[in-house]
């Protein structure tokens, strides 16, 4: 872990003509009575003695604890790459103190190096198939969907999630954004989906409810998902990247807003944070990349079942800051291939999540999830078998979560260490 500055307190010097009782009071810790004799001026001398207390110092000056990285012990970050992760030099000030889980996609004979200093475990395709054996299959394959596999093997409360080619971005005045900060600030304070608060986020400093504004929901409900934008390189679809090959992202908006209940959002897996106790079970990034029809859908999809199932629960969802750096545009045309089945089956998907409504019964997310696979298998297979498929793979996933996270009292659930676990 990078060092942390220490400051000490020093005690300040006492008068000179004092003296010290170190008397203890009942029911008080011990303290010390300060006397000071006033000597009157008058030509009858005369001594007037005012006791104060104060606290007895310590045998020596206290030194300040150290600064604590928010949620250390409770947090982990998911990478998912194919390459060397260089680019976490940029992020060392904010991501060594946490523990990483490092997903890596494509050939598993491939080595990845990781830069010197941080504590993390790799895990490659063998160690997928060798922990969740037949349920692997569940598991995209040469797909950044790969990454909720991390989700899975985690043991922490919190998960972020950040694409290997985002980098610090820069505010305004052109400080640093700590982003994984602001994820977890999103996180700890309440949302409100149920009825909109025209300054935004009113948990803010500076924010509050307007006027207007109903006083039984102003507790508002747990934050479920943090969802954080991007400068430089858009988030465009591929038809969007061909018609604006070189649009860049240069507005920064000092947001932060709840999406309302019932609407629905396109969410970004690249700078994403969520409860993993609340909702982490939905955090399904489906069937994508090899041998699958479709590419590119992942994060939208596991957003699109996300938002069914907060709805659902009562609990809420952020988008807006913080933001990163995206510094790379993928092919547009390589993009458009993945993307062709997806951009005419959105036309049904958004419909069906639309109209989606699960059962009061279903008062978990794992029952949630499991609702809406059955929901799929019946109303989206006749849009294209491969959401039969999908709908298999939704349950598969929801029976390895649940074997590695069995419920609490059940017994933990056994995580084999990755192939050559590497640790820091």
């Not at 300040?64 to 928010?70: D, I, K, L």
């Not at 794992?366 to 059955?374: D, G, M, N, S, T």
Request: glycine letters at 6%; a positive charge.
């Amino acid at each position: 872990l990078f060092p942390s500055h220490t400051r000490k307190q020093h005690s300040t010097s006492q008068p000179t003509r004092c003296c010290r009782s170190t008397t203890a009071r009942p029911g008080r810790p011990a303290s010390s009575l300060l006397f000071i004799h006033h000597h009157s001026p008058s030509p009858t001398p005369a001594t007037t003695t005012i006791a104060l207390s104060v606290p007895a110092p310590p045998a020596s000056p206290p030194a300040m604890a150290p600064h604590a990285p928010p949620l250390k012990d409770e947090l982990d970050i998911v990478i998912p790459t194919i390459r060397n992760l260089d680019f976490l030099e940029m992020w060392r000030p904010f991501f060594q103190p946490y523990h990483l889980i490092i997903v890596q996609d494509g050939d598993p004979t491939k080595t990845i190096r990781v830069p010197e200093g941080f504590d993390y475990e790799l895990y490659n395709r063998n160690d997928i198939n060798r922990i969740l054996g037949p349920k692997a299959s569940c598991i995209s394959f040469k797909d950044s969907a790969c990454r909720c596999f991390g989700y899975m093997v985690s043991k922490k409360k919190y998960i972020f999630t950040i694409d290997d080619d985002c980098f610090v971005a820069k505010d305004p005045s052109g400080k640093d954004i700590n982003a994984l900060e602001q994820h977890i600030k999103n996180l700890l304070s309440p949302s409100t989906p149920f009825f909109f608060n025209t300054l935004y986020d009113p948990y803010r400093d500076g924010a509050d409810f307007v006027r207007g504004y109903p006083f039984s929901l102003r507790e508002g409900v747990p934050t479920a998902v943090s969802h954080g934008l991007w400068l430089n390189i858009p988030d465009y679809d591929a038809p969007t990247q061909l018609v604006k090959p070189l649009e860049r992202n240069n507005r920064y908006v000092d947001a932060i807003l709840t999406i309302p209940k019932g609407t629905l959002f396109p969410m970004c897996g690249m700078n994403l944070a969520f409860d993993r106790e609340l909702i982490g079970p939905a955090m399904y990034f489906g069937l994508m990349g090899d041998g699958q029809p479709i590419g590119r859908y992942d994060d939208m999809w596991a957003g699109w079942c996300t938002k069914v199932i907060t709805d659902h629960l009562g609990l809420g969802v952020k988008t807006g800051l913080p933001y990163i750096w995206h510094s790379k545009a993928s092919n547009p045309f390589v993009n458009l291939k993945k993307e062709y089945n997806g951009i005419f089956w959105q036309e049904e998907l958004i419909p069906f999540f639309q109209s989606t409504s699960l059962p009061k019964e279903a008062n978990t997310v794992q029952k949630c999830y499991l609702e809406l696979a059955k929901q799929v298998r019946a109303k989206l297979g006749k849009v294209d078998g491969y959401f039969n498929k999908l709908a298999d793979s939704m349950v598969t996933w929801i029976e390895a979560w649940d074997q590695l996270n069995p419920p609490k009292g059940a017994g933990a659930g056994a995580v084999a260490p990755a192939n050559g676990a590497l640790k820091k």
